[in-house]
T-cell receptor
Framework: DGGITQSPKYLFRKEGQNVTLSCEQN?????MYWYRQDPGQGLRLIYY???????QKGDIAEGYSVSREKKESFPLTVTSAQKNPTAFYLC???????????????FGDGTRLSIL | AQSVTQLDSHVSVSEGTPVLLRCNYS??????LFWYVQHPNKGLQLLLK??????LVKGINGFEAEFKKSETSFHLTKPSAHMSDAAEYFC????????????FGQGTELSVKP
């Protein structure tokens, strides 16, 4: 989706290191999401934010942190507490209103994180 | 609680033959349902969505899906597979009154043989 930019495309983490994945959107969407994708497990929700300066834990938040200081940006930090960080990370947005579940999410092209 | 089950982890078809990817859902609300496609190392692209209008939903690239409430199913079909259809497909249900939150199926990998 051209309106959501994830960077970098590939990222390598050393032992004990924190790394930050970037997600920027120009769709003017209020809600943003971070998912982790592992082979054969579909997508699992890490964190989400429905408005600036507010965010909630998803199903697998341990070892991750986020911030939402601007509407356009929702960076994800993978901390050293996340012992198995190797995965494909996807950022998504949703712009149809906080309680409107009829509209789809829009996805970025992902960041693949590996351990060195 | 909402959930979704994709009945096949892998489907293989020959080019030019029909495609059927099966999905069952569980929802305590009137659900919104989506099918997404993912090509390798890419994000998810929306194929189609059902939001309580017509039960037969047409999407992009010739795909369509039929919502059957009595069977709690939302199977994805295409009359004739193309090589470019080879990808992973996800059936997704909205999480009810939690705004845009989604519940994803495990995915079905579609292979297309020449």
């Amino acid at each position: 989706d051209g309106g959501i930019t994830q960077s970098p495309k590939y990222l390598f983490r050393k032992e004990g290191q924190n790394v930050t994945l970037s997600c920027e959107q120009n769709l003017n969407h209020d809600a943003m999401y971070w998912y982790r994708q592992d082979p054969g497990q579909g997508l699992r929700l890490i964190y989400y934010s429905q408005i600036v300066n507010d965010f909630q834990k998803g199903d697998i938040a341990e070892g991750y942190s986020v911030s939402r200081e601007k509407k356009e940006s929702f960076p994800l930090t993978v901390t050293s507490a996340q012992k198995n960080p190797t995965a494909f990370y996807l950022c998504a947005t949703h712009g149809a209103g906080t309680w409107n579940s009829n509209q789809p999410q829009h996805f970025g092209d992902g960041t693949r994180l590996s351990i060195l | 609680a909402q959930s979704v089950t994709q009945l096949d982890s892998h489907v293989s078809v020959s080019e030019g033959t029909p495609v059927l990817l099966r999905c069952n859902y569980s929802s305590s609300y009137s659900p919104s349902l989506f099918w997404y496609v993912q090509h390798p190392n890419k994000g998810l692209q929306l194929l189609l969505k059902y939001t309580s209008a017509a039960t037969l939903v047409k999407g992009i690239n010739g795909f369509e899906a039929e919502f059957k409430k009595s069977e709690t199913s939302f199977h994805l079909t295409k009359p004739s597979a193309h090589m470019s259809d080879a990808a992973e497909y996800f059936c997704v249900v909205s999480a009810g009154n939690q705004g845009g939150k989604l519940i994803f199926g495990q995915g079905t990998e579609l292979s297309v043989k020449p």
